[in-house]
């Protein structure tokens, strides 16, 4: 261990209430919009090849062009409402927009630069309308907050002159002030989620990440933020010189899951297509269907995790067909299994290759959400010796008992379900161990 002035600045779990209610919202989602959004990942006619949301360096945009897409930017079909039912529809319980992305470009009218929506023919305080309508719906905010930002002529991805450290302290001042109004403006905010703090410039100078946590602390005691903001003064980032989480949560996990869970309290993001977070017109290659987003949802839940599926909405400020789809979709689900899901944490027992087992904190309940049907047609569970099924039903069709069958002194095989309709099906075991029924908690496995 060596001593550490800008690393963890705490250590182990948060146990307070607002880091509770973030574990048990488990499912959310990220809302990728700004100028690029206009663009749809074309150019001058073309598909622009690479991530849509980067379209400004992918197609070597000059910053004369690329500012102009403030005229057009004047969202006929925006209607945050409609947003912010989407998802409530697809069951999320929180959200994240990027309030202002790499390109610079701020959905609120911020008063430390001119760059946002008050100089659109849009003009309107975007930023707040999502936050009422989805705070309305009952869905937690939260701010995606870029650090990176190619249109402020302070920000440096690299400081070698004295100019430069001039500029990008002037930069970290800026930030400082735009972090305070968004916690500001709109307290409705439950954390921020960073990114674009890979650059030199921010490795090198790692107490400015320091002192923004310190800043968001001190204006809302109960703020959440993952580690990803997180550089200490040698320059490790995510996890400190002495392998210690900085921040409240694993936010490495961008496009990818865990194999095994993580120690720490972790979240993935995930696109649709294989890689599009902004709007792209045009999405090739792999498109992941509902089936597939549920199974990640619940391999997420099963190893303690949160999962948040990006919708890119379109430069009229509507939402593109398939992300409805996938609302509708998912949400149907959710409406029948999301009890496997919200307030859930991963069960001690033997993974399987079914699916992924979950339990829920308070019902005693164990979930088994089948993703992998069996050839055999026979579920395999094992449990800690002596521990007995007492009750044993798919849920959506409860009246349907399944009579799981012992095949050996602590492991039962469960006749599966036929169930045909292309999606994961849910079964939840009361599990008697001992003397204690309901509230089953196994042992370590
Ligand atoms: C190499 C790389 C840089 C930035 C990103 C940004 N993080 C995602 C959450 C999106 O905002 C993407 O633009 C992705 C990959």
Redesign the pocket.
């Known amino acids: 261990q060596i001593p550490l002035k800008y690393g963890a600045s705490r250590e182990g779990k948060r146990t307070d209430a607002a880091m509770q209610r973030w574990r048990e919202n488990r499912f959310g989602q990220f809302i990728?919009f700004g100028l690029y959004s206009l663009a749809g990942g074309h150019w001058n006619g073309k598909y622009v090849e690479g991530?849509a949301?980067?379209i400004k360096g992918n197609a070597r945009i000059s910053d004369e062009d690329y500012e102009a897409l403030t005229r057009q930017f004047v969202l006929p079909e925006f209607d945050a409402r409609e947003w912010a039912r989407i998802a409530k529809e697809m069951g999320v319980k929180y959200s994240v927009i990027t309030t202002k992305?790499h390109e610079g470009f701020c959905l609120w009218p911020s008063e430390y630069t001119d760059y946002d929506v008050s100089r659109t023919p849009f003009g309107r305080d975007l930023l707040k309308e999502y936050v009422d309508a989805y705070t309305q719906e009952g869905i937690d905010v939260y701010f995606y907050y870029s650090i990176i930002d190619w249109n402020h002529p302070d920000w440096r991805s690299r400081v070698e002159t004295v100019e430069d450290s001039l500029a990008f302290f002037r930069y970290c001042d800026f930030m400082n002030k735009q972090i305070t109004e968004l916690m500001t403006r709109y307290p409705e905010v439950k954390g921020f989620w960073f990114?674009g703090t890979w650059d030199k410039s921010v490795v090198k100078f790692g107490k400015i990440t320091w002192d923004i946590e310190q800043l968001m602390h001190r204006l809302n005691p109960g703020i959440i933020c993952g580690s990803r903001l997180r550089v200490d003064e040698k320059g490790a980032r995510h996890f400190d010189t002495n392998g210690k989480l900085m921040g409240d949560y694993e936010q490495g996990w961008?496009r990818s899951l865990p194999e095994k869970a993580p120690q720490n309290d972790w979240e993935c993001?995930m696109t649709i297509p294989e890689n599009q977070?902004g709007y792209q017109a045009d999405w090739r290659g792999h498109i992941k269907s509902a089936t597939e987003i549920i199974e990640m949802l619940a391999a997420a839940t099963s190893m303690n995790g949160n999962f948040v599926l990006n919708f890119g909405p379109k430069g009229d400020g509507s939402l593109r067909e398939e992300e409805k789809q996938m609302a509708r979709k998912v949400g149907k689900w959710m409406q029948l299994n999301g009890e496997a899901i919200y307030g859930c944490v991963q069960a001690p027992l033997k993974p399987q290759k079914w699916g992924y087992y979950t339990r829920h904190r308070d019902n005693g309940f164990v979930y088994m959400v089948v993703c992998y049907q069996p050839v055999s047609g026979m579920l395999k569970v094992v449990l800690p010796t002596g521990s007995v099924i007492e009750n044993c039903v798919v849920l959506g069709k409860e009246g349907m008992e399944l009579k799981p069958e012992k095949s050996t002194k602590n492991e039962f095989v469960i006749p599966a379900p036929e169930v045909k309709d292309g999606f994961p099906y849910v079964i939840r075991l009361k599990l008697k161990e001992g003397d204690s029924v309901g509230n089953y908690v196994a042992p370590k496995v």
């Open positions: 990728h991530a949301e980067w992305h990114d961008e993001v977070w």
